[in-house]
């Protein structure tokens, strides 16, 4: 990313509710999506990236920065040169700690992964409102 670029990231990652995090299934992309990752974690952290990925998570969970929901959408599934999602798993979320989802666009049951992985965010990010209404 540029200069540009990333100001403009900075600034909307201070004030995001939460994230769906849309990752490109193909193989040639899963470096791309561990940069764009890590990117987002810079971002929202100010930690510079060094390869490893559980220094940047802890620093997200330890509450010193903001924390917001993050769901995955593992995209593109129908294609050939799909990577098995276990594979990208194991590369973005090796902890397990985020829902994942699914989807393509033309292959009718994983083209409802997209409506689900916003949902699922969508959720996530009221919940602690509607938790708050049920206390008062």
């Not at 992309?29 to 971002?43: G, H, I, P, Q, T």
């Not at 559980?54 to 593109?76: D, H, M, R, T, W």
Request: one cysteine or more.
């Amino acid at each position: 990313t540029n200069l540009h670029q990333d100001h403009h990231l900075t600034v909307w990652q201070k004030s995001l509710d939460g994230v769906v995090f849309v990752a490109d299934s193909q193989a040639m992309r899963v470096e791309a999506n561990l940069m764009a990752w890590s990117d987002f974690f810079e971002a929202r952290t100010g930690l510079v990236f060094d390869g490893d990925l559980g220094v940047l998570e802890n620093a997200l969970n330890n509450g010193s920065y903001p924390v917001c929901p993050v769901v995955f959408q593992i995209n593109k599934r129908d294609l050939p040169t799909a990577v098995d999602v276990n594979e990208l798993r194991k590369v973005l979320d090796p902890k397990e700690r985020h829902p994942w989802f699914e989807s393509c666009a033309l292959d009718e049951p994983l083209n409802l992964g997209v409506s689900q992985a916003l949902g699922s965010c969508f959720q996530a990010c009221l919940s602690p409102w509607f938790d708050d209404l049920a206390t008062s």
